[in-house]
């Protein structure tokens, strides 16, 4: 069983991953840190919540994190997550309180249980960044971070950096400069190859469950977007990461250094450099079929 925290901007690709996380048996989800990102933090929170009530997981604590970038970023992502970041879907969670601090979460969680603790983050990397910062021993006793950003060919907000990466390129600088040291990167290059294409849409309107149709209907706006760039549908970006956590044949990797610009034209482009015994683990290819197996296996059809 892995012990894992995400930390998340939800955002339609992060209510895939932490339903993901929620409903795998392999996994333990201790709790979720929200951070601004693909919508406003109190947005982020919101949706948090609404997605634990849809797969009846409302005891897991989520705890409030960053609202603004380490250098006062700030952008977000309405004209693909919709202005709520729940594309523009109208709902009303159950819960209205968080449980604390995000950054105390994460250290005190890694620290009181060291080499056991895995973080998932799917958003701006600046929650992770800021407990490295304020303490020095919760890079050493994380067991491992599994991170969605990086463009190691072209970005998707700029043409050179992907949009967490983008949102917070000092987080990222700080979090692949730290002691952390089993640090795995699934970038723009592998997860454009998960669109939601129409096949799994047909699928996801047609079940016989709520959850299913409710996921249909938050990923329209987020769809068309998509195929107006040239995708076969929704890219699923962020549940690639909990994925390989259940199952690794999901993405093969290769060892490498990575390092982030943080001003310029390039700012939040993300160098990558293939280096045997290199200080990360970079995906480099992805199995579709498997993705969605794992994916719809276990959210949909609870059986993974």
Do not use: W
Not at 186 to 206: R, S
Not at 259 to 284: H, P, Q, R
């Amino acid at each position: 069983m892995n012990k894992v925290i995400i930390d998340a901007d939800p955002g339609i690709d992060d209510t895939f991953a932490i339903l993901l996380a929620a409903e795998s048996r392999y996994i333990d989800l201790l709790g979720i840190t929200i951070v601004a990102g693909n919508t406003g933090l109190e947005n982020g929170i919101r949706n948090s919540f609404k997605i634990l009530d849809m797969c009846n997981k409302d005891f897991i604590p989520v705890y409030k994190g960053a609202e603004v970038s380490l250098e006062n970023r700030s952008i977000e992502a309405d004209y693909v997550h919709g202005k709520n970041g729940f594309g523009d879907l109208d709902y009303e969670p159950i819960r209205r309180s968080t449980s604390g601090d995000a950054i105390e979460f994460l250290i005190n969680t890694v620290n009181n249980n060291p080499g056991e603790i895995s973080v998932i983050a799917v958003g701006p990397l600046t929650n992770v960044a800021l407990a490295i910062m304020r303490d020095k021993d919760f890079a050493k006793n994380l067991k491992s971070l599994l991170i969605m950003g990086s463009a190691k060919v072209e970005g998707n907000v700029t043409k050179f950096a992907e949009f967490n990466f983008y949102q917070d390129p000092h987080a990222a600088k700080v979090v692949f400069d730290s002691e952390i040291e089993n640090i795995y990167l699934f970038g723009l290059n592998v997860t454009t190859k998960l669109p939601l294409t129409e096949k799994y849409e047909e699928y996801l309107k047609n079940h016989d469950s709520e959850l299913a149709n409710t996921l249909y209907q938050i990923t329209r706006l987020g769809a068309a977007f998509d195929r107006k760039c040239g995708h076969d549908g929704l890219i699923l970006n962020d549940p690639l990461t909990v994925a390989y956590l259940i199952d690794s044949n999901v993405a093969e990797m290769m060892d490498a250094d990575v390092d982030i610009a943080i001003d310029g034209e390039l700012i939040g482009k993300s160098f990558i450099t293939l280096k045997e015994n290199g200080k990360c683990k970079v995906a480099y290819d992805v199995n579709p079929e498997l993705f969605y197996q794992i994916l719809f296996d276990t959210v949909i059809e609870k059986k993974y």
